[in-house]
């Protein structure tokens, strides 16, 4: 596929999860590097994942798709999307999902141009990162150079507003404990033990500042690593996509499991502590760029990775999380200069 001429309109869609879709950003400088900075750029969402583009000037107009797998004829929001592309076709429509429930919608947008799953063959391997997979899809449509040089950028609101708003430091660092996996009943794999976190806390030296982050409804999981010392700001629940980005940018660090703040982590180029267990830090963990700083913290097991495997499902004691020490994660800050 020759790479198009005159690109002014764009719909994008990925409705997985936030950290599906923060590999997807590094498409939006791509099309802007390529098609000129005027180019109109919309995306098709899920209401949640929506919120990381609230404060996003790159991005035009973003479609919320909550129920992806009811039939158009079901689906007010599915209709929207369709009449509006109708009523102003685009000239490209980048399809980044495969699933069969998205097939329908994406055959009834209208558009000059549509590739992605469903209308082209993106050339990528099962041992590929996800944001390269991701790149793969639009590979066709830009040059050569531009593609090497993509990688997830995000904005969100601006730091000194939401310094103002929670009376934040200047430096900090940021925990990232929970996952998106701790409401489900069964073990959560990824996560790093209560007790881990909380001698963490107690090694870090009390003259930084740090913020303790998470999403509304994750709170019960961090009563285990409380009482929290003065030099803890607990911000769980209480800060917006945005403003946690916000957080996130500003920070000397962040410590997490592999879950959506890794990512949003690598896409702002704050420096990020991953621990990773049973995923492939390689394939889905936080994304390696040219300009950001990545440390993935592993006990390095020979069962790992087991992700979605029996060997996972036979395991009751994650012993590839836990045997990460609380001293493991200290060494790795104060190597990268961080304490």
Known sequence: ?????????????????????????SVIDALRTQYK???????ICTPGTAKLFEFDPRVHHVFHLKHKKLPIWLSPQKRVIIRSSKQNPYDLFINFEMGKQFLSLSKAIQAKQKIGWFFSKPDFSNSMHMVDISKSFYAPIVKSDILTNASP?????????????LNLPEKFIVLSPSNSHNKKRRLNYRAWPQGHWKSLITLLPPELPIIMVGGKGEEPFFEAIKPYPPHVIDLVGKTSISEMIALIGQAKALVVTDTGTAHIASALNTPVFCLIGPTPANLTGPYQSQTNEVHIISAHLPCSPCYKTDVMKQCTDNICMTQITPEMVLTSLKSASML
């Open 37 to 43: 900075e005027e180019i109109i750029i919309d995306f």
């Open 153 to 165: 950028r995000i904005i969100g609101k601006s730091f000194t507003e939401v310094q103002n708003k």
């Open 1 to 25: 596929m020759p790479i198009l001429s005159d690109v002014k309109r764009v719909l994008i869609l990925r409705c997985g999860a936030l950290g599906d879709l923060v590999y997807t950003t």
